[in-house]
């Protein structure tokens, strides 16, 4: 069976440090990998998606970027943290090549930029 | 862009009630799905809608995909305080199946 692990679960960072959020599919070969945000428990932003190894497609101009150096490693970076940048941050996959194929997320990382 | 507009925004019901809320879009979806999050966790994939029509259930959960293909509905049955927690409907973006579009959610809160 296919599984993800996102970590950390919880993170405090202070303004102006960096980031970087790791995500891993197991049990799946080739999948597609999503970043997303939620704030305030609502709302799921796209933010990343990759359909290979070293393709990123960014949906949101903003101070993040995102890297997928593995088939099944999809990693979550920046270099200067923002106060805007607290909130939920989910990974998700889908299998690729079969069109309308559901999301399957992560527990998510809880970031708080203080 | 796709918008998927989806009500209540929020709920409260007694334990044991019946639970209805739903999705509507001004264009078409050829797949519905519906997640739940738990506080603190990620969404969890309830049941998929490919089909028109269709009407698929999940132990105590319901949903249907719309004749029109611009709505779904999900309804749960004898609701229990496990149930409490964020019910979002969702579908692929026109513009690129592979990203989905997802509604605002509605909270639902299972009072004793």
């Known amino acids: 069976s296919q599984t993800i692990h996102q970590w950390p679960a919880t993170l405090v960072q202070p303004v102006g440090s960096p980031l970087s959020l790791e995500c891993t599919v197991e049990?799946?070969?080739?999948?597609?990998l999503y970043w997303y945000r939620q704030a305030a428990g609502r709302g799921l932003q796209l933010l990343f998606y990759?359909?290979?190894?070293?393709?990123i497609s960014s949906e949101v101009p903003q101070n993040l970027s995102a890297s997928r150096p593995q088939d099944r490693q999809f990693i979550l970076s920046s270099k200067k943290l923002l106060l805007s940048d607290s909130g939920f941050y989910l990974c998700?996959?889908?299998?690729?090549?079969?069109?309308?194929?559901?999301?399957?997320f992560g527990n998510g990382t809880r970031l708080t930029v203080t | 862009g796709q918008q998927l507009n989806q009500s209540p925004q929020s709920m409260f019901i007694q334990e044991g009630e019946d639970v209805s809320m739903n999705c509507t879009s001004s264009?078409?979806?050829?797949?519905w799905l519906w997640y739940k999050q738990d506080p603190g966790e990620g969404p969890v994939l309830l049941i998929a809608?490919?089909?028109?029509?269709e009407l698929t259930s999940n132990g105590r959960l319901t949903a249907q995909f719309g004749i029109t293909r611009k709505d779904s509905f999900l309804n749960i049955s004898a609701s229990i305080p496990s149930d409490v927690g964020i019910y979002f409907c969702?579908?692929?973006?026109?513009?690129?199946?592979?990203?989905?579009?997802f509604g605002s959610g509605t909270q639902l809160t299972v009072l004793p």
């Open positions: 998700a996959w889908s299998y690729r090549g079969s069109y309308n194929s559901p999301l399957h």
């Open positions: 049990g799946t070969s080739n999948p597609n």
């Open positions: 990759s359909v290979g190894i070293g393709q």
């Open positions: 264009s078409i979806f050829n797949t």
């Open positions: 809608l490919y089909k028109a029509g």
């Open positions: 969702a579908g692929p973006n026109s513009g690129s199946a592979r990203q989905l579009t």
